[in-house]
């Protein structure tokens, strides 16, 4: 088990233009969480998956914004017609939601670029 | 609404020498977790180490201890014997007790060892 993947590592994308995002958590992890850090900021809960049903989403995430979790493996977060106000750093988190002992595990995150 | 706030943006320590680094928050919880991240330039989350607000005893992992001060609302990391890999921002990061891991983090310090 190699962690939590996110592809692309880095993406320079023209205002206006849709991006998509890709997290593959570990695997048999029920839980998967969204969240966005922009420069000099710890990050902000965007979005929270319990196997394949969203059961929340931040303020933060705009009607532009959308998340899917198909069959509860991977899952995609998409930006539609981006502004340079998303630019920032989209992290992915999985685990195994077991009350107290449950424990967050990262990825390396994508940098998004707004031109 | 919970905040979490690091007083200090930048703290440096010799090779070898203790650091503490400071975090409140604020909460009207009584049931809930509290953490400390490692965000090396690799960017990947670490946790460092985790403390439950109903146990009073202050949390250890190897040169990574807390000092957990309830009533105070205070948590604070201490580094023991700093390593140069230990250079990396620290976030203090706070969740409410229940069903998700919905994580609120302050805007981190920056620790720089020197050899």
């Known amino acids: 088990d190699t962690g939590v993947s996110q592809n692309p590592r880095h993406k320079i994308t023209k205002r206006g233009q849709n991006v998509t995002f890709r997290c593959d958590p570990i695997?048999?992890?029920?839980?998967l969480y969204w969240y966005r850090q922009t420069l000099g900021q710890g990050p902000e809960f965007l979005t929270y998956f319990q196997n394949e049903a969203q059961l929340e989403k931040s303020r933060l995430l705009s009607d532009r914004f959308s998340a899917e979790r198909p069959k509860g493996s991977f899952s995609t977060l998409e930006i539609q017609r981006t502004e340079q106000g998303d630019s920032a750093m989209y992290l992915c988190?999985?685990?195994?939601?077991?009350?107290?002992?449950?424990?967050?595990?990262f990825g390396s995150g994508t940098q998004l670029s707004v031109l | 609404a919970q905040t979490v706030t690091q007083s200090q943006p930048e703290m440096s320590v010799q090779e070898a020498e203790t650091v503490t680094l400071s975090c409140t928050y604020d909460?009207?919880?009584?049931?809930?977790?509290l953490f400390w991240y490692k965000q090396p330039p690799s960017r990947q989350m670490i946790l460092v180490i985790r403390q439950e607000a109903y146990k009073q005893q202050n949390a250890t992992e190897n040169r990574f201890s807390v000092n957990f001060q309830k009533a105070a609302k205070s948590f604070s990391l201490k580094i023991s014997d700093s390593q140069l890999g230990d250079a990396a921002m620290y976030f203090c990061a706070y969740t409410p007790g229940g069903s998700n891991y919905k994580l609120t983090f302050g805007k981190g310090t920056l620790l720089t060892v020197n050899p």
């Open positions: 988190a999985s685990s195994l939601g077991a009350g107290s002992t449950e424990k967050l595990f």
């Open positions: 909460t009207s919880e009584s049931d809930y977790y």
């Open positions: 695997s048999e992890h029920n839980r």
